[in-house]
């Protein structure tokens, strides 16, 4: 068998398990919506021409947190509208997970110790964004898709500034904002108008987070620039916000080390559960910055080996 028969083989494989958890998170929630079932939601909204911001939140028609995504991310998968919510995530888990499990074999097995991590696991299970955008560091054709979550896509633009990359940004960018418009003219105003002052803040404002602005040290590595754009985007203070941080592993080493820490991380927060099984912020901001930015920090500083990569290709 060939290897990139064994890569089509593996990423399929791993999808499946993806997927898998995925469903078993939904049965054992006993089917409360996943993060990327509001997106679902907005999308068939958009579809039926109806505004889904003010549907959204405790005890409304989509019973759920709040719906803070921009109409972009509805517009990029609206074709995901047109079927029910469980087999459209499913599908968007199992397509994420199986073009990220692509990407990272594509020059040697070392990066596929991310898949294990406490990162991806939680990302798999609540179909979270981040295994896509991991991914689209390391394929630019999934550039258009930036746009649908513009502060993981400004943190991959600014790592990866490829030609082929930004062109299909700035299309794609073109594109659904064009088509979110269209669907819903008022979407700016609405989406600003339901995120919450303080629910997304920067790395760097979070105790100990400015260490990230070591980066800047080597600045003209895209690892380095990737640790510093993540630092500097508001975030949610969650595990699976920093799998693509684990990309800044190269060799097999440290892309254990790396899966190893940030998953020991996640277990140390379990000791500051509370009775309603959150983890409050003053404690998860300070151990994301402990255990998921200050070990790539390291790696990036530890490396001298810069090589600038030729003109509009991938460095990463």
């Not at 990327?36 to 958009?46: E, I, M, S």
């Not at 990737?226 to 693509?244: Q, R, S």
Request: aromatic share 12%; net charge positive; hydrophobic share 55%.
């Amino acid at each position: 068998m060939s290897r990139n028969k064994i890569r089509v083989a593996a990423s399929i494989l791993v999808a499946s398990i993806a997927t898998g958890l995925a469903y078993a998170e939904l049965v054992r929630t006993h089917g409360r919506h996943s993060d990327f079932g509001v997106v679902w939601f907005g999308a068939r909204a958009l579809l039926h021409r109806t505004n889904p911001y003010p549907l959204v939140g405790p005890g409304l028609t989509f019973d759920w947190f709040g719906l803070n995504y921009p109409a972009t991310a509805m517009a990029a998968v609206l074709p995901l509208g047109l079927l029910p919510e469980l087999v459209a995530t499913l599908i968007f888990v199992w397509i994420s997970t199986a073009l990220l499990t692509y990407v990272l074999t594509r020059s040697g097995w070392q990066r596929i110790w991310i898949l294990p991590s406490a990162a991806f696991i939680i990302a798999a299970r609540t179909a979270q964004w981040s295994p896509l955008y991991s991914a689209a560091l390391l394929m630019p054709g999934l550039g258009w898709m930036l746009a649908a979550k513009p502060t993981l896509g400004l943190a991959v633009a600014a790592a990866v500034p490829s030609r082929r990359l930004l062109i299909n940004a700035l299309v794609g960018t073109i594109v659904l904002v064009v088509v979110s418009l269209a669907l819903l003219p008022q979407w700016p105003y609405e989406w600003l108008h339901s995120v919450k002052p303080g629910e997304f803040t920067p790395v760097i404002m979070w105790p100990g987070g400015f260490v990230a602005l070591l980066a800047l040290l080597r600045w003209r590595m895209p690892e380095a620039r990737l640790l510093i754009a993540m630092a500097c985007v508001p975030v949610t203070p969650a595990w699976y916000e920093t799998l693509p941080l684990l990309l800044i592993g190269k060799t097999k080493r440290e892309c254990q080390l790396l899966s190893l820490v940030s998953s020991l991380g996640y277990i140390v927060q379990g000791a500051f559960l509370t009775n309603e099984g959150f983890v409050e912020l003053p404690y998860t901001r300070p151990l994301i910055v402990a255990f998921c930015y200050l070990p790539p920090l390291i790696v990036v500083l530890r490396r001298r080996d810069f090589m600038p990569a030729p003109q509009g290709a991938n460095s990463f």
